[in-house]
């Protein structure tokens, strides 16, 4: 299957970001000719105030972006993974941040709302506040595309292996991660992640990225990284996009998924681990362990904790 990436340098302005993409799109379309095109988190709107954000959110199904996308995709006949975008939720402060996927016949085949919000100080002090305006999702979304059986993620989700343990336990071959990473975050962690990701599950990942700078909420300029790239299962890096906005295509191969897992059969070597887990405080409560630490007891009256002779304990 052959897929582009849309690496993007999205604004605070529904207008611009929207001709931009469509314009993107319509070259991949002309150089490329994909199965599948993924689009970058926050496609449609980046930065701004958090008003302009829930003004900026889009009704799904029915909003401009949301049209935007189906009907590319049903006039192209390609299936879109839709980045994410900003979905209104009717009766609430905050939104979602949402992948919608497209099938050829631009029929939606299911969304994703990311789950881990990015609530954190940078390394230069810049605060990023996502929950302030974004509810979190509550479940995984996996869907088939030629052959290919994709999980989904978006951006911070990178950072938590628990949900790609999950995909990976549901027989993903591929795993597609729309991002606006930090630039100061992007240079150490961003190719790390992916190809560990990809390693981890044996899979492709496509991890496509807005790059460079936009306005944050206070006026303040801030920088994505950029560096929009496919790891294969191996862990290879095939493809990867130069530090501009543009276009990055490749082919993955079912093929290479079947020899990788063949190679190393990590799938037949899972440990459930629910229940193994054990720690000094429950061998006190279990009465089991007799050294010294555990049975003596401090000058406040508290037990001492274990002193790790290990031989000495069940």
């Keep these: 299957m052959k897929i582009s990436l849309i690496q993007m340098n999205s604004q605070p302005d529904r207008n611009l970001n929207l001709h931009a993409a469509k314009t993107l799109m319509h070259q991949a379309m002309e150089r490329d000719r994909p199965d599948l095109m ?7 709107w980046s930065g701004g105030t958090a008003a302009e954000k829930l003004a ?4 799904m199904p029915g909003g401009r972006a949301y049209r935007m996308l189906q009907e590319f995709a049903a006039r192209e006949q390609i299936w879109i993974h839709g980045g994410s975008l900003l979905e209104r939720i009717r009766g609430s402060s905050k939104i979602y941040n949402t992948t919608v996927v497209f099938d050829p016949k631009g029929q939606e085949v299911g969304r994703y709302r990311k789950i881990h919000l990015f609530d954190i100080e940078a390394p230069d002090g810049k605060i990023y506040r996502e929950s302030e305006t974004v509810a979190p999702g509550d479940r995984l979304f996996i869907y088939e595309a030629r052959g290919f059986r994709i999980g989904c993620a978006i951006c911070y989700d990178l950072r938590f292996p628990r949900l790609f343990d999950a995909l990976s336990s549901a027989g993903v071959d591929v795993v597609i991660l729309p991002a606006a990473f930090t630039l100061q975050t992007g240079k150490d962690h961003w190719e790390v992640l992916c190809r560990a990701r990809s390693i981890e599950l044996q899979a492709y990942f496509v991890a496509c ?8 909420a206070n006026g303040e300029r801030r920088f994505t990284y950029g560096n929009s790239l496919v790891c294969d299962p191996w862990g ?7 530090d501009q906005v543009g276009i990055l295509a490749t082919h993955i191969d079912r093929a290479r998924v079947a020899a990788v897992r063949q190679l190393i059969p990590t799938a037949s070597h899972r440990t459930n681990f629910e229940g193994l887990v054990r720690t000094s405080l429950d061998r006190i409560i279990a009465g089991s362990c007799s050294c010294s630490s555990c049975t003596g007891r401090r000058r406040d009256g508290a037990p001492n904790s274990c002193s790790g002779e290990t031989t000495r304990h069940p």
Excluded: S, T
Excluded at 56 to 59: E, F, I, V
Excluded at 236 to 242: L, P, T
């Design 38 to 44: 993924v689009l970058p988190e926050h496609f449609d």
């Design 56 to 59: 900026a959110a889009d009704d």
């Design 209 to 216: 990225g807005q790059w460079g700078g936009y306005v944050a």
């Design 236 to 242: 290879q890096v095939i493809a990867r996009a130069a």
